[in-house]
Every structure is written in structure tokens, then in C-alpha cells.
């Protein structure tokens, strides 16, 4: 009898391939474009549509995206790319088979590195390959196994899309949730990948069990024990909450079938978001049953200079290393102030114009926090940095108040959409200074002769009285501490 296991014994592998949607503005095979449509098959043409005779031509910008993504992930780029058939029969696929890549994949042998934790990860990509989207399926009156028809919409095939596929190198889904991550910032950095659109980024995980024994002190396990271990694919996985629950549901399936003495099914499983598990599909297929073979209507692509030639700009790690050191941030304050390019290229624009670190509170704190509270990002307020940069400029320049320009100006600016300029002057926020502020200080310092007595004696406290008195007179538009100045200096003379 074979000795019963507990879970602490178990170990979980995992290995992804993560469907990247290329940003670019026509389809890999033809000129229909990408935009999404409210119209069903509006955006077709006999390519896409596969109808006889229609040829294929390679676009330009989806093999320039994936040189990009190649040269970030440290990939070896091939001399020659080429394109094969997968065939298989889906009504969302009008040709009966994919144009996707077999044997010459546009970029092999890459890696990404990760931080879980205090820790730095290697994360191996085996292979990233340019692929045609199908096209989507809609179910009418139920779920793809209760409905009462499907309509097909074809807009979508032609997408261009990545797959990445990495080495099963993960041990747990905390893992995987620091890839998808990091994968995300790369990609957005590389301006091939937009992370708002649905389903730009779509996960297949593949996951087993194995004994906890198998796993070294790195995580490293032999060739042979990975490739003895049954392991199942859960497809259908669209977010990175989605593929955290995806694959705890799924390790704990598999452990309680091991547990119970029962051998895990090599096989495909489906993610149901809504009922929160995965369900059978089908028989895992092998590589055998989709008969791939060349795509004749497609020549091989001469691409390996294309590494040199195209550039990529500085990538997230690197920007957070050099703001670190050029701006003198926090580790924190450079973490939020590359967490995008467009949050990077901003903060870089206002910390050159003015203090480096004046700006890191604006940007990260102040604007961060009021579109983070208002579920916005800053692409949403592209076309009104100028506004924002002149709000830094009014402190910068000591016309307002911190206060008042935190919480009334940005305030009213994301509500209400006004500029800068107009809400100071709306509100009266010009800051009080000069002769007005003069006079205040004056009347406070004549209106109160028993605080003045207090301070001269010692107490510090009446200064504060004092300095609350004038704030009170000038309806909270003075900066306190040059009330507190000025007051020294009256109170001296
Ligand atoms: P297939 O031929 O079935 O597509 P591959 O060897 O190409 O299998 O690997 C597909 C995916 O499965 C890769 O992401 C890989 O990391 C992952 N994988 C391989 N072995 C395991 C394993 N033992 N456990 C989990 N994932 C694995
Ligand atoms: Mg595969
Ligand atoms: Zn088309």
C-alpha cells in the first residue's frame, strides 16, 4: 500500500502562456482595424473571413511589436521567423486553422525578473510567438453548455497576439501574480499593450503537484520529475485576481485527488469565474493532433537585425534604479512614480522643472491619490497635465497654499473641470501676504496684549494663539508658517 500523503508533503508547479493582444492599428494579415466595433462583423474582409483565395500579408508593426517585446525580455531573436498552420475546427476560426508559429518562433529563450516579497526572481520564458486572434462567440440565453444559440462576431480574428509561454518555474501563485505584474508594466512601457482594453491579456496556467521532496532549497526540480507529473491547463483565465483564485482552486482539487489516492487527469479544464471553479473540458490534445504545418502563403521573415535597429525606451526597473539616484526618492516613492511610463514621463517633466522632490509629492501623493480615489488613472487626464503643472507652479511659486491647493484646487479641478487659474480666483485662494498680511499680524499682536505678555514671558503656546488669530482674520489663506515669521519678527522689534 502506498504511504498516504499530506498536503504540506505537496509541492505546486506552475507554467503559464499568457495571450498578449498587440496594440496596433490594423489586423496581423490584413488592413481591417483593430478598434473595437458596436457592429458584429463590421470589421471584416475575405482574409479575415478566410475565404477561398484570400491571402495573407504580414504587418509590419505586430513583427516590430514582438522584436520590442523580444528585446525586453532578453530573448533571442531567430535569423529567420517563420509561420505554420494549426488546424483545428472551431466556428470562431473561419479557415479551420490558425496562423500561428511552430518550430521558428519570433523570440526564444528570454527571462523576466520578479520581486516577491524581499526576493528577486528569475522567471525563464521559453518561447513568445506571433499568433492570429479568432473571433468571439456569443452565447444567447445561457452559458457555452446551456445556451440556446451562438452568434459568431469574426471582428476580433486577425488580433494580433503574443503568446509567452514561460518555463513551468513557478511555485505558487503569489509568483504568478508578481509576473503578470511586471509583464504588464514592460509591455506598457513598450507601448505594444493596452492594459484597459478587454481581454488584452488572456491566461492559460498549467498546473501539477509533486512531491514537496522533489523541490530544492531554490526551487529547482529535475527534467524528469516535471515531465512524469501530470498537470492540467486551465484556459478561459482574463485577470490577475482571476488567475490567483484560478490556480488556488485548482492546486487544492489536485491535492485533495492525490490525498485520496485518485491520479490527476491530464487534461484541459476551464475557469468559471462566476461558480469560482474549474471545470473538465476536455482531453488535453497533443501537439500531434493539430497537424501544424507551413504556412505556404507567408515567406519566412529575415528579422535577427532587427534587434539592433528598432529601440526601446528605458524599461521600469532600470527608470526606477536611475530616479532613485538622479532625485534622491524613497524605494516606495520610485515604486509609484514608474508604475507606469505615462506617470514616469510626467513626474520626469515636473521634477525638471521644478524640486525634484516637491514634484514626487505631487505626483505620487497628491494627483495619484485624488485619480486613485476617483477610480481614474492618469491617462485619463492626458490632455490636462499642463493644468496640473500649472497647479505646482502656484505652490512652487508660494502663490497659494499647500493646503488650499491639495484640497480645493485638485479637488475642484477633477470634479469640476475647471483650470487652476479660475478656481484660485473663484475661491479667493491668492494667498495673503505682503502689506494685507502686515496688517493682520498688527491687529492681532494689538488685539490680544495678554498673549503678548504670555510669549514674552516664555510660553510658546501663545505664539500659536497668535499665529491661529491671524489665520482666523485671513479666512485660512495665509501660509502659517510665514505668519509664524512674521509674528517673531513683529513681537522682537
Ligand atoms: P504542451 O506540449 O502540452 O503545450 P509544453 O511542454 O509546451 O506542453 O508546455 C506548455 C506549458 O506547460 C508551459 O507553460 C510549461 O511551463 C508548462 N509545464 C510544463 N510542465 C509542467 C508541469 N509539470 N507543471 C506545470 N506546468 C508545466
Ligand atoms: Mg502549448
Ligand atoms: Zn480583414
Known amino acids: 500500500m502506498s504511504q498516504v500523503q499530506g498536503q504540506d508533503d505537496l509541492a505546486v508547479v506552475i507554467g503559464l502562456e499568457v495571450h498578449v493582444q ?76 490558425q496562423i500561428s508559429q511552430y518550430d521558428a518562433p519570433i523570440c526564444q529563450d528570454g527571462k523576466l525578473e520578479i520581486t516577491v516579497g524581499d526576493e528577486h526572481r528569475t522567471v525563464d520564458i521559453r518561447r513568445a510567438h506571433l499568433e492570429e486572434d479568432p473571433g468571439s462567440l456569443k452565447h444567447k440565453g445561457g452559458s457555452i453548455d446551456t445556451a440556446e444559440y451562438t452568434l459568431v462576431d469574426y471582428n476580433r ?15 505558487g501563485s503569489e509568483e504568478v501574480r508578481a509576473f503578470l505584474a511586471k509583464l504588464e508594466e ?26 514537496a521532496e522533489e523541490v530544492s532549497d531554490e526551487g529547482a526540480i529535475d527534467e524528469d520529475v516535471l515531465e512524469g507529473a501530470n498537470r492540467t491547463e486551465v484556459k478561459n483565465i482574463s485577470s490577475h485576481k482571476g488567475a490567483e483564485k484560478a490556480l488556488s482552486y485548482e492546486a487544492q482539487r489536485q491535492k485533495n485527488a492525490i490525498q485520496r489516492g485518485r491520479a490527476v487527469e491530464q487534461e484541459t479544464r476551464h475557469w468559471d ?25 507567408l515567406p519566412p521573415l529575415a528579422v535577427a537585425d532587427w534587434k539592433e535597429t528598432l529601440d ?17 526618492l524613497s524605494a516606495e516613492a520610485a515604486d509609484k512614480l514608474t ?10 517633466r515636473i521634477a525638471d522643472t521644478f524640486d525634484p522632490g516637491l514634484a514626487a509629492t505631487w ?70 501676504g ?49 505668519v509664524n515669521q512674521l509674528l517673531r519678527e513683529r513681537l522682537e522689534e
Request: proline share 6%.
Open 157 to 171: 480574428a486577425g488580433t494580433p497576439l503574443l503568446e509567452i509561454v514561460t518555463e513551468p518555474d513557478f511555485r
Open 22 to 97: 498587440l496594440e496596433t492599428e490594423t489586423k496581423i494579415f490584413c488592413g481591417c482595424s483593430t478598434e473595437p466595433a458596436a457592429e458584429p462583423n463590421s470589421r471584416t474582409c475575405p482574409v479575415c473571413l478566410g475565404l477561398p483565395g484570400a491571402l495573407p500579408v504580414v504587418n509590419e508593426a505586430a513583427v516590430e511589436a514582438a522584436v520590442k517585446v523580444g528585446k525586453a525580455i532578453d530573448a533571442t531573436i531567430p535569423e529567420r521567423t517563420r509561420f505554420h498552420r494549426k488546424n483545428y475546427y472551431y466556428p470562431d476560426l473561419p479557415k479551420n486553422f
Open 363 to 432: 505626483v505620487a501623493d497628491e494627483l495619484l491619490g485624488e485619480l486613485n480615489y476617483r477610480d481614474m488613472e492618469i491617462t485619463d487626464v492626458e490632455g490636462r497635465l499642463d493644468e496640473v503643472e500649472r497647479l505646482v507652479e502656484l505652490v512652487a511659486d508660494d502663490e497659494i497654499t499647500a493646503k488650499n491647493a491639495r484640497e480645493t484646487v485638485l479637488r475642484s479641478m477633477l470634479d469640476d473641470e475647471d483650470d487652476p487659474d479660475t478656481i484660485v480666483d473663484r475661491e479667493g485662494l491668492g494667498k495673503t
Open 186 to 211: 514592460v509591455l506598457e512601457y513598450l507601448g505594444v499593450f493596452d492594459p484597459g482594453r478587454d481581454g488584452s491579456l488572456r491566461i492559460d496556467a498549467n498546473l501539477s503537484v509533486v512531491d
Open 312 to 328: 526601446i525606451p528605458e524599461l521600469p526597473d532600470a527608470r526606477r534604479e536611475r530616479f532613485r539616484e538622479e532625485y534622491d
Open 339 to 348: 508604475s507606469s511610463r505615462a506617470v514616469a514621463d510626467f513626474y520626469e
Open 273 to 297: 469565474e462566476s461558480r469560482g471553479i474549474t471545470v473538465s473540458m476536455r482531453s488535453k490534445e497533443a501537439e500531434k493532433d493539430y497537424r501544424y504545418f507551413r504556412e505556404a502563403d
Open 434 to 482: 505682503g502689506g494685507e498680511l502686515t496688517q493682520a499680524v498688527d491687529r492681532a499682536i494689538a488685539d490680544n496684549p495678554d498673549a503678548v505678555e504670555d510669549y514674552h514671558s516664555g510660553e510658546e503656546g501663545a505664539l500659536n494663539f497668535l499665529v491661529g488669530q491671524v489665520m482666523q482674520e485671513t479666512g485660512g489663506s495665509a501660509d502659517p508658517g510665514d
